[in-house]
């Protein structure tokens, strides 16, 4: 062979065995990316499970958990947790910095309430209802309404069948103090909703009569007088939402929707067209939110007369819950026990903040 | 996948045969040249996935000015870099080119001749498998990653009679936008992958290669 061919064959034969060199990793592996949630909020999620949340500054986020309760002031990209064991017991309703339990104690009920998002309680230190309104029989809490003020209405009921009684009771934490606001006998105590200290409703059913038909009850003098309102045919379990002092928005468990512009006196049928609802949030007079029992977030932005079922989507995860909170007509956040969604523009884009993502657990 | 590294190539083999055609109507000093060598990317992250490539050459050098000293060759190739994934997937990255370079003939030293070069070339980017199972024929998956660019590239050329070795650095800073799927299963897997990413290509090379007078 002619030894230029010969030096050209060993070079193109090196070079051929150069170029086959393996390398480690693949060339995508090199291509950046970035997990969309903080992988630290396994701590929320992982045997543990969201139990509320709520804005408490601009991107200020708190909220509680069965294993304690976290705050985060950038959208958890950092989040403080401090743990405890949260109690399960009774019925729960959270004011503004105000937490209050409703707690069957023998045959009566307690207030439990907590002013620091869940770490301390104390016992409201009077006794609700009165020893000759226990000798009727035992008394359930069904209805825990936090107000403005640390005002709140406790509806309770007592008895079944003939013997039923529907209580209303107003407690002020503040002042120490509690009266009974409404004694209803052979009444079903279904829901309470209050405006303002001096506007309330209550709906109850007849136990003897009519089961599936809910009354209404209306008070615009913190529950001096009261007076009867409209009467709902075919709805069990109903959601009551009050939008301001006139509208009133009720959700039956089957579906049904029902709008009042002359607080309670009228209702007119209305479609959401998602379905039972489960969560209900008026942001605003006109712009009124809702959850529906399958985890899809409705929007009305006429107070409630007509709603868009908004097809919330953050990246390529539906968002959906079981609870909410908007701090405005814009800003909202969608959560459920491992999950967590935020909007910035009314429910159009929506980001996620906490998600069980596989790489949280790794 | 092959199909447009083919028709790529097509293109510059008849940009050569052009070159040529010119070349006989004018009366231009013209020489056929090809190289094959090896190259080696610059950046270590590049490098530890593909540590070597082959690189092929094709081109019509032109003696223009200086009494044939200044060459300018259009020129087209392309660059291979294989990484063997497991005994049936080899990923693959593959750079088509096109472009000029330009040579001059500096100073001789008995009988090798120096050429100091410049060179430029537009990129086509491709980051692909093959795979191959129980010998049949290789089927190659779609495109992770493609993009295309401009490179540069500066070297010396020895060159002793019809042959020559040469040496160069080549500067190439590739955006390459990542397959869709990719995109959207990150998404659904909670990850966030931008559309695109600024890849360094640096390398350098060293050929052999052939200069000749059709």
Redesign the interface.
Known sequence: MNP?YKK?TI??LL??S????????????????????NPEIRTLIQDNRIIHAQFVGRNHISGITANGNFETPDQFKSFDFEPFAWQEEGLLDFGADLIVRAVPDKSSISLIYSRDNGRTWNRYGHPIVDEGGLALGKISPVKLVVGAERLMWLLCQQGTGAESRLLLYRVNLAGGTHETLLRRRNALAVTAAAFDGQRGWVLWKNPLIDSDSVHLLKTIDGGSTWSEGATLENISDPLFCVIDDGDLLVFGQAGAAFHSADGGATFQSVVTGMGPIQRCQAATADVIYVLSVDGRLGKSVDGGFTWDVLGAQA???QVSGSKMYFQNEQRGIVYDIDRMFITEDGGEHWE?LI?P????FE | MMAPVLRKSGWMGVLLLAALELHAQRSLPVYLEGEFGIERFGDASVRSVFPTGAALRLGAAFALADQGRLRLRPQGGVTFYGNKINEEVTEQLLFVKGGMQVSYDAFFLGRMTFFPYLGIDYNWVSNFDMESYDGEEATYSENYLHGTGISQEIGLRVQISEWYVKAGYGLFRSQLRVRRSILDNDLTSGYVTPPSHSFQFDTINISVGFSIRP
Not at chain 1, 18 to 35: H, M, S, V
Not at chain 1, 357 to 360: G, P
């Open positions: 230029i050209t070079v193109l070079i051929g150069l170029a086959g060199c393996d390398g480690e990793g693949t060339l995508l592996e090199l291509y950046p990316w970035q997990p969309i949630v990246g390529n995860t996620v998600y993502y596989n790489y949280v």
